[in-house]
T-cell receptor, first 114, second 112 residues
Framework: GAGVSQSPSNKVTEKGKDVELRCDPISGHTALYWYRQSLGQGLEFLIY????????KSGLPSDRFSAERTGGSVSTLTIQRTQQEDSAVYLC????????????FGPGTRLTVL | AQSVTQPDIHITVSEGASLELRCNYSYGATPYLFWYVQSPGQGLQLLLKYFSGDTLVQGIKGFEAEFKRSQSSFNLRKPSVHWSDAAEYFC??????????FGKGTRLSVIA
């Protein structure tokens, strides 16, 4: 596709369940970022993948959150034992890895934990 | 610590009036600065960015922003607002390919 895609667009789950959120970056983009946008808040960085380097996980809020990126392309963000405070919009972004080149955000996944 | 402050949570302007959205940042390295817009139910769209050089940058949709190093500011401006500009605006700072640090956003309402 032409842009970053994310699935599902909406996810409703029960507290304590695990969820997986998917991000398909733009083909050829080596950098991939996950952010979280909570109601009334800005975007909070979660995790960053750059090529084959070890990911920067410094933004993950707890060990219930994890992410992987397979084959340098698709990424999956997993949240285990979801809590109500995990409810947010999860945004994925990719970039070609050139310094400062940004701007390619996906539409987001709205997660609601009941 | 790296941070971005957008002092105005919500601004209302009349259609046709000028607009200025404020952004102040704190960043240790030479910053790259960005403004994004998010319309309801939409993803983030890049309006403009500053890396170096001319401190007045032009973006899409008639927006511009001015980098003022002495004030650590990167305010967004538009001379004449259109109703379609109603949205949430986010200022962000980063460097290289590092993850961006975002402000909490300013919601813009446009009235007739």
């Amino acid at each position: 596709g032409a842009g970053v895609s994310q699935s599902p667009s909406n996810k409703v789950t029960e507290k304590g369940k695990d969820v997986e959120l998917r991000c398909d970056p733009i083909s050829g983009h080596t950098a991939l970022y996950w952010y979280r946008q909570s109601l009334g808040q800005g975007l909070e960085f979660l995790i960053y993948f750059q090529g084959n380097s070890a990911p920067d996980k410094s933004g993950l809020p707890s060990d219930r959150f994890s992410a992987e990126r397979t084959g340098g392309s698709v990424s999956t963000l997993t949240i285990q034992r979801t809590q109500q405070e995990d409810s947010a919009v999860y945004l994925c972004a990719s970039s070609p890895g050139l310094a400062g080149v940004r701007g390619y955000f996906g539409p987001g996944t709205r997660l609601t934990v009941l | 610590a790296q941070s971005v402050t957008q002092p105005d949570i919500h601004i209302t302007v009349s259609e046709g009036a000028s607009l200025e959205l404020r952004c102040n940042y704190s960043y240790g390295a030479t910053p790259y600065l960005f403004w994004y817009v998010q319309s309801p139910g939409q993803g983030l769209q890049l309006l403009l960015k500053y890396f170096s050089g001319d401190t007045l940058v032009q973006g899409i949709k008639g927006f511009e922003a001015e980098f003022k190093r002495s004030q650590s500011s990167f305010n967004l401006r538009k001379p004449s607002v259109h109703w379609s500009d109603a949205a949430e605006y986010f200022c962000a700072v980063g460097s290289g390919n590092t993850p961006l640090v975002f402000g909490k956003g300013t919601r813009l309402s446009v009235i007739a």
